[in-house]
């Protein structure tokens, strides 16, 4: 994996408890992003950054925040689960949004009962 | 808006035989195209990526092409093995959007 790390791997919490999943890259690149996957849905994006301090919502936001207060450290909130956010998130990073490979990081399997 | 068709959604193949994936996208204004590979349980490698202004890039046995005009892109597995036994995704990235859009994969089992 091209120097990104997610935690924790795995996690189960209960509904109404805040949830904060961490990605830190060392790699340098200025892009990270905030994926879900589930099945019939496929990969949605969640939140994304452009540069420290610069975020923006992707196509499921709602229930969801996002900080980067460090080039290398992307942090995902849900500040009160839902069964709905039951999923598997996936990091990644992009040097450049237009012209570069996305690299993706192993996973965190939430489930929130 | 964009959306981005993998057909079949799972392909059997004997090893050894050379396959080809499908990937179909709607809106042809786009910076470019990814495949990806995903293992069960892990996150996606990036296999090849393609430019809107390439027609095709090739690493080992692989080769993605890409038309633009029609929406389409292929990747072409040579002589395959178990060991490419994934799901194979691609995504486009529309012109001008933050967002990549995914297709919901092929999943391969190449058999012994």
């Known amino acids: 994996d091209a120097g990104i790390t997610q935690s924790p791997r795995h996690k189960v919490t209960e509904t109404g408890t805040p949830v904060t999943l961490r990605c830190h890259q060392t790699e340098n690149h200025r892009y990270m992003y905030w994926y879900r996957q589930d099945p019939g849905h496929g990969l949605r994006l969640i939140h994304y950054s452009y540069g420290v301090k610069d975020t923006d919502k992707g196509e499921v936001s709602d229930g969801y925040s996002v900080s980067r207060s460090k080039t290398e450290d992307f942090l995902l909130t849900l500040e009160s689960a839902t069964s709905s956010q039951t999923s598997v998130y996936f990091c990644?990073?992009?040097?450049?949004?237009?012209?570069?490979?996305?690299?993706f990081g192993s996973g965190t399997q939430l489930s929130v009962l | 808006k964009q959306e981005v068709t993998q057909i079949p959604a799972a392909l059997s193949v004997p090893e050894g035989e050379n396959l080809v994936l499908n990937c179909s996208f709607t809106d042809s204004a786009i910076y470019n195209l990814q495949w990806f590979r995903q293992d069960p349980g892990k996150g996606l490698t990036s296999l090849l990526l393609?430019?809107?202004?390439?027609r095709e890039q090739t690493s080992g046995r692989l080769n993605a092409s890409l038309d633009k005009s029609s929406g389409r892109s292929t990747l072409y597995i040579a002589a395959s093995q178990p060991g490419d036994s994934a799901t194979y995704l691609c995504a486009v990235r529309p012109s001008g959007s933050e967002k990549l859009v995914f297709g919901k994969g092929t999943k391969l089992t190449v058999n012994p």
């Open positions: 990644a990073i992009s040097a450049d949004r237009d012209v570069e490979k996305l690299f």
């Open positions: 393609i430019q809107s202004s390439q």
